[in-house]
């Protein structure tokens, strides 16, 4: 009757009891509403969608300009606190005693507890008796405690205005302004009013903090996350640790294990039981331990205890109960400490003192105490880098790991950090010079998500996971590509919806696939739909990683992968497109849609090749007038730089499965709409009037792939867009030599013949065919009339075919080996019989093929033999 736990159980030390009780703070299987406000100022989330991969970052607070409030009408105003700034307001406060009550809180920079005890008073009068509450918060102390206020009391009017130097009358004016529910609105030094965000952060890095052999002083160091940074900063920093704890290893087991491990993994410690409530026992302690160890060049501050409870049932001794370890236990270690020989020191603080949460108003306030007196001992302390991390929770260790509260954290959105993340995540924030004393650590969770524009999740600047339905009803140009009888998703269009994702999630331009992997087609039902999915993920160096998934693999496997970059495209590289003498004959290209390429009207491009051959062309496609143009521009004709390649492989079918880097070159701006959004001005639309000029060149081929660059320029010479490393997987035939176009009967040839005979070096020229020095071609037959009787019926035999074709192969045979030097009274013996017709032979001096090809638009065959002398390496003459 209960729902499976969303997040693993750790089992191997629970008793039977404890497990009884886990399964029993479970939601009930039909009850979806238990975690529903868990998470101060958001709504749950149903379950967690998979993106790209599992991330943990840090997030520093970034502020933009609010949107201007209207005047909040008069109030009697009730004014308490502490500070310089309550004064100078309070005159400047329309104040009309007849008018609804309103009460605003002034907590100086690192409150004293009188302050606090104030802002208690007030914040009970606030949801007990429904005043409005405001509290100007100079510093940072108090935004978690008042978000998870306002998510305990939904009702309750509660506002906090941060304060940083701001001008008297600009906070008199916010204090003044409207608002209704929670709201959080910034004061900065010129006086604008600014709202605020997390933003993920750079962390470059600068080295440890510490030098090895450094003293370390971990607090609360002898468990839970304390002792994984304990332990992980000891062999990375090569520091030793002096640790701290309430308990005493002698009385208590689990803590002697911690430190047996310690010692296993060869760390250099000390632990020593003290209260951090106790000045003297901390005193004491630090005696010890310097005396040991030497001076504390370093402090992670970790102490804490978390008894949750809600808020009108906490009393001022429980507010007090978790002040203690963290900001006064901070003091108290500080005033213990020789704090000039600090070089490094961490707070950990949490999330809920920074968005709060239901039942820790408690906790929440001691956490933001402790970071608001961060933000002072960074002033203070200016030889040493002061941190405060608001950690996320924790899975693995601490005080989180506690089935029912991971598990109801999991189903509300919240992603667990798991230890070696954490610790990972802890050193690199140290390790970096660069950034604000106060950081958020954390993965996907819902106070740093944004909830609009219909996305699955949305972290800013880090995650994005979107869904499209795809229908040929809404996009009907998919009836144009039609493979084998299957609407398949052209690659192009997966790509643009991976830019468009990507985009969206930087907010900069994406010009650049880097990696494409094409891993599975989407094939989309004729009369219904299919979903995709795309998962976008910021990397830390600019580059957005884009997974494209389907409802038709339930979402699990990826079938189009690729890295977006939205940094300023690499310019163009020029792609050798064949020698004039590769020019074709005369011919439309249109026509070849059909016969060689599956592609409906919408994306037929192509106007005619100049030049092809087996391994590259140039051919002119029609510029179109982008009617569906994405981020990366006119869809046709993206797809054309790809499709129009297949000519050089004629006789098999070739279709993309991933690329180097797609590059669109022109910059115009992007039109943002994504495939079937309509007409587009995409980046890549050409200037220049007249056709664009694709050149290819086939750059690789092992087994079935194919390997290209492409370019594709308008008309002037202009780049437009670029595949590097573009390839396409052969996946089956195509034309099979029947029936072949006459423009492509040299790459046809020519491909077989460098399969087949490849010291012939053969290539097609002006509508013929150069070969190597002492190699010959022939497309004629010898004048002699059956140059080795009783030969054509045997070769009948082997290939099917009628003898008088054979013969005839023959006959052209014994013409190739006199021009290639052979002599053609020696009978050739057949070497190997091929698809499509193909003929291997051999003599003692000579390696011949043959092949009967059926041209379109021509009554006979074209019988052809190609013979080289053994041994003669491929060399380039005519
Ligand atoms: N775990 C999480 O998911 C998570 C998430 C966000 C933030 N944090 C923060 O990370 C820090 C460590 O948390 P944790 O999960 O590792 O907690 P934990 O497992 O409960 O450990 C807390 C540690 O603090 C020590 N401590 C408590 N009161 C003390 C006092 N008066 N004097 C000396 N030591 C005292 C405890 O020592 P004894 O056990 O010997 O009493 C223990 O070693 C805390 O600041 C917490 O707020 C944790």
Known sequence: GRTVPAAPPRLASATVAALAEAVADLPHAHDTSDASDAVAGTAASAGMVEGVERWFRAFALEHRAARPAGTGGARAWRLSGHGPLWKAVAPLLPDDPSAPPALAVFLPEDPPDQAVSDLLTAAREAVRHGVPLTVVDHGDTASGFLAGLAAEHPDAALRRIAVVDSPVAAVADALSA???????????????????????????????????????????????????????????????????????????????????????????????????????????????????????RGVVHGGAVNRPARFLDLTEQDFADHDAPKRRGLRVLLDALDTAGLRLLVTYGS???????????????????????????????????????????????????????????????????PVAAGVRLLARIAESAAGPTSVVAAGRLPALERRTGGALTHTPGVELVTEHRLSSAHLPWLRDHRIDGLLVLPAVAALDLMARAAGELTGGPAACVTGGAFTRPVIVPDDGERVVRVCALADEDGGVRVALRSDETGFA???????????????????????????????????????LFFHGPAFQRLLRYERLEARGCRALLDPGDASVAGPLGDLFRNDASIHVVQACVPHRRLLPVGCDRFTVHATATASGGGPGHGPGHGPGHGHADGPLV????????????????????????????????????????LLDGHGLPPVLVGPYVQRHLDDLLPRAAVRPVHGGFAVAGDAALATAPDGSPDPWPGEADRLARLTGEPPARSLERLRTVAACLRAAGGDAAERPAVGGVYENGWVTLRTGTHEIASAVVTVAGRDAPLVLAAAARKGTRKGAGT
């Open 694 to 733: 694709l050149t290819a060149r086939e750059r690789a081929h092992h087994g079935a792939d194919h390997t290209y660059d492409v370019l594709l320029t308008d008309a002037s010479g202009t780049p437009l867009l670029s595949w590097t490393g573009l390839r396409l997987r052969d996946v089956g035939p």
């Open 557 to 595: 496997i990826d079938h189009f992968t690729g890295t977006v970059t939205a940094a300023p495209p690499p310019p163009a590289l020029p792609v050798p497109g064949p020698a004039p003498e590769a020019a074709v004959p005369v011919h439309d290209g249109r026509a070849l849609y059909g016969p």
């Open 351 to 417: 999330v809920i003192g920074r968005f709060g949460l239901p039942g820790e108003a408690h906790y929440a306030l001691a956490n933001g105490r402790q970071r608001e007196l961060a933000r002072v001992l960074a002033r203070e302390l200016p030889g040493c880098r002061v941190r405060n991390i608001d950690w996320t929770a924790w899975s693995g260790a601490g005080m989180g790991e506690r089935l029912a509260v991971l598990d109801t954290l999991t189903r509300t959105g919240v992603d667990p950090i």
């Open 178 to 296: 409207a608002w209704e529910g929670h709201a959080e609105v910034t004061v900065d030094a010129s006086g604008a009013r600014l709202t605020s965000v997390h933003r993920p952060l750079a962390l470059p890095p600068d080295g440890p903090p510490l030098a090895p052999g450094d003293v370390l002083l971990v607090t609360g160091g002898g468990r839970g996350i304390g002792l994984e940074t304990a332990s992980h900063l000891a062999e990375r920093w090569n520091v030793r640790l002096a640790l701290l704890g309430r308990s005493d290893p002698g009385a208590d087991p689990a803590l002697a294990a911690n430190l047996r491990r310690l010692r296993d993994e060869g760390a250099t410690f000390d632990y020593v039981p003290a209260d951090l409530r106790d000045a003297r026992s901390v005193r004491a302690a630090l005696d010890r331990l310097t005396a040991r160890l030497g001076p504390v």
